[in-house]
Structures are given as C-alpha cells and as structure tokens.
C-alpha cells in the first residue's frame, strides 16, 4: 500500500500564492508518476500537474503558467507551488500516485490522498 499525506492550502486571496506539499510512504519502490487533482463543487476531478520520477511535467490547460510541480524523489515529495491563485482555483486538492506514466495520467492515478482544501477568495 502507499500513503500519500497532503499538508499546505488554506486561505488566500485571488492573486495570491499558495504551496502544497505531499509525502509518499508505505511500498512507495515501484512509484513513477506523482500528481496533483482537484476537485470543485459540482464539477468532475481534473488533473492539475504530475511529473514522473524522470522529471517529466504535464500540466492542467488552466494552471500552465501559473502553477508549478516539482519532486524531490530522495524525499518521496512531491510538491506544487501555485501562483497568481484565481476564484476559480478554489478546490479540494489530492495527491496521487502511480507505477505508470504517459498520458494517461491525465484521468488518474492508482493511490490518492485524502485531500485538502484551498480556497480562493475574489
């Protein structure tokens, strides 16, 4: 099994910036792909960001630009740093993993965090 823990979001104002942190632990030897989820009130998940284990990046259509992923694989973390927040940011954010990556990482990944919000006040 793989844990993944989220800690950071909260609180900011639009315009604002926010970062996020996710820690995998548990049988973490076969992860490749690390992402960032979220998921607003009455809309589907999509996916914010992932990278691989070789540093390969995918973003989200609405947050290229604006919103950073990156990893740190000695530390099994994998972080997002999110920047010039929107109203429209505003969403419960989850941590994912997988043994794979490609494309398909835009639909999701196989082990999830519980979440954590961010809000984004206008």
């Known amino acids: 099994q793989v844990q993944l823990v989220e800690t950071g979001g909260g609180l900011a104002q639009a315009g604002g910036s926010l970062s996020l942190s996710c820690a995998a632990s548990?049988?973490?030897?076969?992860?490749?792909?690390m992402g960032w989820y979220r998921q607003a009130p009455g809309k589907p998940r999509e996916l914010v960001a992932a990278i691989s284990s070789g540093l390969n990046t995918i973003y989200g259509k609405s947050v290229k630009g604006r919103f950073t992923i990156s990893r740190d694989n000695a530390k099994n973390t994998v972080y997002l740093q999110m920047n010039s927040l929107k109203s429209e940011d505003t969403a419960v954010y989850y941590c994912a993993a997988d043994d794979h990556w490609g494309p398909e990482v835009e639909y999701g990944m196989d082990h999830w965090g519980k979440g954590t919000l961010v809000t984004v006040s206008s």
């Open positions: 548990g049988s973490i030897f076969s992860i490749n792909g």
